[in-house]
């Protein structure tokens, strides 16, 4: 399910699995994936849970069966840390890209992408630094404002609390638009959020029951 928004003039769908599709490129916009987060905690001697990068990279084919993709764009942290090198990460990963190994990727690096290093060369990803500009989008990791574009921005996983009754509330990932700085959500699972909040120039779009929706 998809939410369709004008920003800049372009046509933008909020996708419910947490990416945003620009129809007019045929263009896939990810924001932190964080592949391989669960086993560089598990180097660690963490417990944590197993499977998130193939449960990630389902949800990425499930969207590029759905829609015309010409271009995927990740807008940065692909790789969580040094750790993220693991056999079984990249092995999952290099099998992901050899079912779409003629569609182009690029990738803008982040904070983590930094530490990770750049993911392996036989993923054919083509990697460069923020920000990268496209229409009237500077498409970044960190979510600074541009001198002449509006920025699609990751880095800070945004989520919105819903507040009912008494103390019930419900935390769900969001995006953000903004007047010149917008947030996408973040893509991988196991990924934790910040709070966000609404004002005059803030709009929020939650994320639940596989839907997107408007906070009035």
Known sequence: MHYPVTLEGE?????????IYWPARQCLLIADAHFGKASAYRSLGQPVPQGTTTENLHRLDRLLAALPC???????????????????????LRSWRVRHCELPMTLIRGNHDKRAGDPPADLG??????????GPFALQHEPDAHTSHHVLAGHVHPVYRLRGKGRQHLRLPCFQLGARVSLLPAFGAFTGGHPVEQDNDRRIFVIGDHQVWPVR
């Open 70 to 92: 010409a271009q995927v764009i990740f807008l940065g942290d692909f790789l969580h840390g040094p750790g993220s090198h693991a056999s079984g990460t990249l092995n999952a």
């Open 125 to 134: 990803i083509d990697v460069v630094s923020e920000p990268l500009l496209m």
């Open 11 to 19: 046509e933008l769908w909020l996708l419910a699995d947490k990416a």
